[in-house]
């Protein structure tokens, strides 16, 4: 598949019919601690998911009270979000979150599960940043949950090859190509069986956790607070994930229900 035939929507298109069996399944993600602490964060609302796919967390967010709004590129994925129950009652922009323009402004917006790296430049996903800062009320705030970069998975000839199950019937790999100058890794997920194969590719941008701060800042935001996940654990640590949190340079303090601050230690002050 060449970079004409990759579009915003082929990796969800590909994987939106494995999608909620793949992800709330053996390789789960810890949706209860996401909606939990965003709903925190988005208080009385509204909030908006940057590639809402097929509702993972925007469901039962919107389940425990926040009215919640989506930009998706993928309509296999909002197939599968419109076909479950609540699905349909959130309103939803079609297209890519690189650059969006909306009527409604954000108490919250947020996007999760590494879905920003699929801006795959620079510019796009500096350009995300500053749709995401038009879009947030005074006193709005950025959340990404987001891998660490860990390049070193890549072997010398910057590739990796991994199986990640093997069954009677079936078999999982795994397969990459890293370009550490681009920053981009190009891979698939391929699947094995009797009945043929079925590969679900994806590609991304990475960026470091100082690129994203910077990008912040060209959008006039300033990180507020980094976690190493959901559960406020510190960041850093060896699970390589962050879970971030900018706001307005100049907009109000946001007061968390917990009526203390709870910025950590990566804070940046301008």
């Known amino acids: 598949m060449s970079d004409d035939d990759y579009a915003d929507a082929t990796y969800g298109d590909r994987i939106a019919e494995i999608y909620d069996e793949r992800y709330l ?129 890549f072997d010398a000839h910057d590739q990796r090859v991994a199986t990640e199950s093997v069954g009677i019937d079936e078999v999982t790999l795994e397969t990459s190509t890293h370009d550490p100058f681009a920053q981009r890794t190009d891979s698939a997920y391929v699947t094995i069986r009797n009945s043929g194969v079925r590969m679900y590719p994806v590609r991304i941008r990475y960026a470091y956790v100082s690129e994203l701060d910077l990008m912040a800042r060209l959008a006039a935001l300033r990180l507020r607070e980094r976690w190493a996940d959901w559960d406020r654990q510190p960041y850093p640590s060896r699970s ?22 709870t910025r950590s230690s990566a804070q940046v002050d301008p």
């Open 240 to 261: 390589w994930t962050h879970v971030s949190v900018w706001e307005h340079v100049d907009g109000s303090r946001v007061q968390l229900q917990t009526g203390v601050d």
């Open 25 to 153: 399944g053996p390789f789960a993600e810890d949706t209860t601690g996401a909606v939990s602490f965003l709903k925190e964060l988005a208080g009385d609302g509204p909030a908006l998911e940057l590639g809402i796919g097929t509702g993972r967390v925007a469901l039962p967010l919107a389940e425990a009270g926040v009215e919640v709004h989506g930009i998706e590129s993928s309509e296999a994925m909002l197939t599968k979000l419109k076909a479950k129950s609540g699905g349909d009652r959130i309103p939803v922009t079609v297209g890519s979150f690189a650059d969006f323009s909306l009527q409604t402004r954000f108490k919250l917006i947020y996007v999760v599960f590494n879905t920003f790296f699929g801006l795959l430049t620079q510019d796009e996903q500096v350009s995300a940043f500053e749709a995401v800062a038009r879009h947030l009320t005074p006193d709005g705030i950025f959340a990404m949950q987001a891998f660490v970069p860990d390049v070193g998975r």
